[in-house]
Nanobody, 122 residues
């Protein structure tokens, strides 16, 4: 069993930066693929980025070059560094975990955090 707790959300102006953190409890954190999803009001939850157990990262086209996923296995924490934020990045951001390969489909993830709100003002 893995429990995930996100932090770091907030209100930021367009062009600004935020770093989200997701702290995981449970064993074998380093074995998990960790992903970030987001859900804007009235929209489906969408994949943002991920990092697998080997450290390979994947990013959605909409955030490539602006968002970076990283992990610190010693701290059981995964991060989402968000730069050049735009109003369309406004959403609740969720951390998710699964054993095995990266998937863009949220249904493939077994464990979820409660989400953290990110609001970007224009």
């Amino acid at each position: 069993q893995v429990q995930l707790i996100e932090s770091g959300g907030g209100l930021v102006q367009a062009g600004g930066s935020l770093r989200l953190s997701c702290a995981a409890s449970g064993r074998s954190f380093s074995s998990y693929t960790m992903a970030w999803f987001r859900q804007a009001p009235g929209k489906e939850r969408e994949f943002v980025g991920s990092i697998n157990s080997s450290g390979r990262t994947f990013s959605a086209d909409s955030v490539k070059g602006r968002f970076t996923v990283s992990r610190d296995n010693a701290k059981n924490t995964v991060y989402l560094q968000m730069n050049s934020l735009q109003p369309e990045d406004t959403a609740v951001y969720f951390c998710a975990a699964r054993l095995g390969a990266t998937y863009y489909d949220q249904k493939q993830y077994n464990y979820w955090g409660q989400g953290t709100q990110v609001t970007v003002s224009s």
